[in-house]
């Protein structure tokens, strides 16, 4: 016999299919292959036919027909065993039903290395079950989506075999399992939703749990039998047996639940082990082989059913992420920004995942949806991502262990799913899910307690609360599924697309900008030029005419008003020249006395407006670098504006200085004339505008669009800061090269 | 052939008119004659040099629909009797480029069209006083 003494170093490696022992509600007797010997047979035998085991022990399996109430004369049980060899199955006759001392048997066959199992237990079902099992399949497949299919389950599972309670069990990620759907009576406490440790369920049983497809332990308190034989050192394997006896582990962790009867029947999907449906009982009870089957039915129908709603709702998911990306795809083509086509409307990047929120890293904008870390955490992150990923999708579903600045934020974000859209650039998007903490609830420690014994050695003993227990499982959130990284690449490919589509558009589009520019200046150019001419002819006449002595003074005051009119004209005509060209003139870098040429300036612009009662205060004026006539047409402009828009004051001041600011020289013109209202800041150096308050003040409206031109031609800047009825100051930065 | 003072190529009837005011009132006796177009012009400079008759000076027009003022200043400064007429370019530009390439292919002058007729006697003044004083000294 084998003995094995379980601890916590080798639990998982008790050999639980060689127990040698039997639960006793039935007996087992073993036949070597080839000469049909009893090799093995329980020691129980005894209680359920007229000898006892060790007088069978040995001895040809044709002695047992000797026990057997004859049903048909002819019955042998060695022909029995011959009709499962010749078929190659023992499924179409087992059970086979037989008679022993008036009480109803059933025999099952299953294989077992050199010997053949022959399992006798009660046979208690008095009635047909098929019809109850249609019902229940029928009853259990109303259920559409994968919960309502369990919950059936149960219910229907528990109306056949009437056990207390009847859970289903998933396994999840590494081996720990949670009870997705119950039925019981209504005295017990429900079990609903709890998690049980993979310990609970070791690898190895895990392994059987796909073999034998349903598996019944009818009393914990029953003492098992154990199963004799002459054979040194050849323990039977009950891997096919169904009165092999259950690990004592296993009773004391029913024991300890309060369990009396427990029966089990596999799920699997996709040929893994899905789950269980795991019936407990608290008083003893056995189920009928029929029931059982039964039972195993369900279980099956459930499989199957499951592997299909499973797929399909897999299959609903990816159809809605696909919905979502070409809601998404039409967004952006609707949509000149990317941000607002993915964030702006009712689907958004957040629905590509089943993520709790999303960040968006594109063109130095940061926007975020859902629940995410704070702003500079995320900047981090994607600081982080930039050195360190190199792939175009990363994720993981325990973000805090890998970088250590996620763990402040790793409540939130213990999950990352990341798409790069320019490395470059360190453009991306993330997803985050949450640290799974809160939903896990334990059915008690799950840590097995291991107590010392009295010899020092730690022993197992399967934990007696179950009470529900909650751990805190740090850092990881709910792992990222395939179908959430394919929709996640789908996007990607998306936006990329979108991006580069996007940046073809600007580029054609600045292209076709520059060239209008080009055509504009020459348009402006030559139609001004055209128009002087004829305006030269208008003049001429006039001023000829004016020297006819025999004209009236109303004639010539008429004259005198196309002379201006023509006058204004041609001023606002060489003005626009002068615009266009900015625009057309070759850009020239010369070193420009600045102190001369503002002189000059000066002078020209005082004389000009004959602004003798105003004061000029010159600063600093250091040479910059330009072309001489560009700078002059500038500094022209903003000495005229400053001395014609502080005309109105008593004593105007205009003031020019600079400064040097870092790689800049910034020119200042300042005066304390009418000032600008702020509200059009961004239209003060627009083409043809001019403010409210300066109609009284002659001016074409082109003088700052030129000073604008320019200055941005030489790659400066110019800004202006004003104060009605203050005064206005100007701002002119030219690269300090 | 009367030899004119100045030979004037202008495609602009109106302001050949003023320039025909504006020099009769400099000097009634100066003898202007006024060509509308580059290919007329072209003849005339040919007959010129047949007839061996030598204007005083030539005023071009530079913008001229067909043959430009530079071309006929190109033709002009080919042909070996006509080469040392003083030639001013007169124009509306004021482009610094129009200047510039007047001046490479051998323009005495350039001169940006005054504006108005009384701008336009002062210019036409002073281009007599320099030129034909001038001329006349180097006689």
Redesign the interface.
Known sequence: MTTFSVDLTNCDREPIHIPGKVQSHGFLIAVDKIDFLIAYISENTNLFVKTSAGNLLGKPLSTINAFLDQLAPEFNIEDLLRLGIIRKSFDAISPHPVIINKNQYYITIADSGNNFLLEFEPATLQYDLQSVIGRSASGMLQGKSVSSLLKGAAVEVKKLIDYDRVMIYKFLDEGHGEVVAEQMNEDLEPFFGLHYPASDIPKQARELYKLNLTRLIADVNKEDSPIITFLENKPLDLTNSGLRAVSPIHIQYLKNMGVCSSFSISLISHGELWGLIACHNYSPKFIDYKAREGAKLIGQILSSALEYRQDAEDSEMVDQFKDIATALTEQLNRDKYLIEAITGHKKTILDVTKATGAAILFENNLKTIGTVPADEDILELAEWLKQTNDESVYYTHRLSEIHSPARKYKRIASGILVCTISKELGEMIIWFKPELISTVTWAGNPDKPATPEENGLLSLSPRKSFEAWSEEVNNTSEKWLPEEIASVLRIREIIITDVNKKANEIRQLNEKLQSAYEELDTFSYTISHDLRTPLTSVKTYAELLLRNKSLDDSARKMLGRILTGADKMNFLIKEILNLARVGRSEITFETVNMQLLLNEVATEVWSAFKADKAELILGQMPDINGDKTMIAQVFTNLVSNAVKYSSTVEKPTIEISSYIDGKEIVYTVKDNGMGIDNRYYDRVFELFKRMDNVKEIEGTGVGLAIVKRVVERYNGRVWFESKLNVGSTFYVAFKNI | MKTPDIFYVED?I??AF?MQ?AVQEVKDTLNLTIVEDGTEAMVKLQQFAESKTKPKLILLDLNLPGLSGLDLLKFIRDIPYLKSIPVILFS??D?PDDVKSSIEFGANAYLT?P????N?VKCVHSVHDFWFNQHLRMN
């Open positions: 602009d109106d302001y003023f005011s509306t530009s482009n069209k504006d108005g007729y009384d336009l």
